[in-house]
């Protein structure tokens, strides 16, 4: 029921969002979350980020997450679309949508995929900085720390 | 032959530092886990030896899933080694 | 900074989207909900939802709520709108976007502002049914429930 | 006069079941908050007594702000009751 998707391209919010609505009046809230690409990183301005993945697993993993949330909550749909490649500043990476019969359950099933995404999904961020390091981002423990606030059932 | 072989990748700063993001490698003798793997790499090569020294850092996937040390390998399994993932 | 607005014609989710977010580079994740309506209630078909509003006061009690955000979390901005008027099922009704440095506080504000804005912002629903009745929707416990999770400061 | 008036506004039911969105009103004797005004229409009309006898239902606000049966009242004050609010 879920839509992944990993693309170079930005995504469309408008499209994205009539496709997971589109002919339902069962939906009561649809919760959303877009990442995007900050310029300032460790105090240091950045001029882009590229985004690595592996590619054999990415599907199937985004795939997993959002059937991990389809079991925690009644969603009507989920959406889930990380792009990759040089993305600058200000551009969005990662969109998530999770439409529910009650807001409770679209805005707890947002969090949760965008926090599982986050720690669960292959991707790798390369900054860019304008004078001229580029570094890898170092995973951080507030987003193991949000994922685990999951590990639990719902709720 | 592939099937009889491991298909290894390599993500992230651990392709960078490698120099490689991809290898195929017959099963060495007394490999047959995630962990007896990365000790035979480690013996290998001393850029095996630096990337897996900071192993803490190293995260595998065996045929896609996320795997650990103790994970069994076999002919024809593809391992991935990266670091722990930073997408969203 | 708050973008309030009470409006009769469905907004524009992707203008709404680039208004808030045009030209920054300082935002790291905006948070979304729009909540829509649901063609079955209480178990009956529901024809259309009419939103009554209290004009003189409605911006001014957005307003409010959305500085009550700002104050709670670290917002880059947030917009709130709310359509008023006939809305048949499957119509977007609310529109809430806030955006921030962190996912963390962008979804909290989201959560929130949509938990206040349905227990302190003065509107009224009358729902029509296939069968020809009316009524007026009455206060949910659970909508007092879930803005009375906020009573406490951020976090 | 309108600024030696209460404007009073219904709202929801309360409006349809009293058949009257809005009137204007001097300031009675005796009244001098929400809860005295309560009291005063409740005495002065059944339909007001009916809406208000319902009296845990209705809310209130004064000048646009929520309010309860103490805060106190002044001419020229618009005063709104209504059901508790069920937007989003």
Redesign the interface.
């Known amino acids: 029921m879920a839509r992944v998707l990993v693309q170079d391209g930005a995504f ?3 499209a994205e ?1 009539a496709a997971l ?1 589109a ?18 990183s460790g105090g240091r301005r950045l001029t882009a980020m590229t ?4 590619p ?2 990415t599907a ?2 985004l795939a997993r997450i959002a059937a991990e949330a389809e079991r925690r909550w009644d969603l009507l749909g989920c959406t889930l679309i ?1 792009r990759i490649g040089r993305l600058e ?2 551009a969005p ?2 969109l998530v949508l999770a439409a529910a ?1 009650h ?2 359950a ?2 707890a099933a ?2 949760f995929l ?1 926090d599982w ?10 900054e860019c900085f304008a004078d001229g390091e580029a570094h ?5 423990a ?2 193991e720390a ?1 994922a685990a606030r999951w590990s639990g059932e719902p709720g | 032959m592939r099937a009889r072989s491991l298909h290894i990748l390599y993500f992230a700063w651990l392709r960078e530092r490698l120099g490689l993001g991809e290898e195929c490698l017959a099963l060495p003798d007394g490999v047959d886990s995630v962990g007896t793997l990365i000790a035979w790499l480690r013996r290998r090569d001393d850029r095996y030896g630096a990337i897996f020294a900071e192993g803490r850092l190293v995260r595998c996937a065996v045929n896609q899933e996320f795997a650990g040390p103790d994970t069994p390998l076999a002919a024809g399994d593809e391992v991935a080694f990266f670091p722990p993932v930073t997408g969203g």
């Open positions: 469309d919010l408008a969002f609505t002919g339902r009046c069962d939906i009561g809230g649809v919760g959303a979350f877009v990442g995007t690409v900050r310029e300032i985004l690595e993945h592996y054999a697993m199937a993993a990380h500043p200000g990476i990662v019969a807001r409770d679209a805005l947002t969090a965008i995404l986050k720690t669960r999904a292959p991707f790798w961020k390369k890898w981002v170092e995973a951080r507030e987003d949000a």
